[in-house]
Nanobody, 124 residues
Framework: VQLQESGPGRVKPSQTLSLTCSVSGASITTDYFWTWIRQSPGKGLEWMGAIGNSGNTYYSPSLKSRTSISRDTSNNQFTLNLTAVTPEDTAVYSC??????????????????WGQGPPVPVSS
């Protein structure tokens, strides 16, 4: 199973950050939570949210008002939208699949696989 993120190299404050994760080797309609995580400079891993095999979505309470996750089953992709970004949203964003039996985690070892993620600076 491989995950590959795609998206902009830079986002300006107040804009919407959109990233797409392309999945190969597994279907996103299988029994997993397809997840977005991020790591900001000098901070730990942050679980942002996930979309389940049935399309149900789950979000971190701290990001819920600005985050949406959707999917395109025909292309086996899922997408993150983060609105009203600020410089504090500067991070490496990765898509990931948690190990079976895990829903969310702030430890990278809980995920297998995960994409390398693009660093996304938020600046004007």
């Amino acid at each position: 199973v491989q995950l590959q993120e795609s998206g902009p190299g830079r986002v300006k404050p107040s804009q919407t950050l959109s990233l797409t994760c392309s999945v190969s080797g597994a279907s996103i309609t299988t029994d997993y939570f397809w997840t977005w995580i991020r790591q900001s400079p000098g901070k730990g891993l942050e679980w942002m949210g996930a979309i389940g095999n049935s399309g149900n979505t789950y979000y971190s309470p701290s990001l819920k008002s600005r985050t949406s996750i959707s999917r395109d089953t025909s292309n086996n992709q899922f997408t993150l939208n983060l609105t009203a970004v600020t410089p504090e949203d500067t991070a490496v964003y990765s898509c990931a699949r948690p190990r079976r039996g895990i829903f969310s985690s702030t430890y990278l070892d809980a995920f297998d696989p995960w994409g390398q993620g693009p660093p996304v600076p938020v600046s004007s």
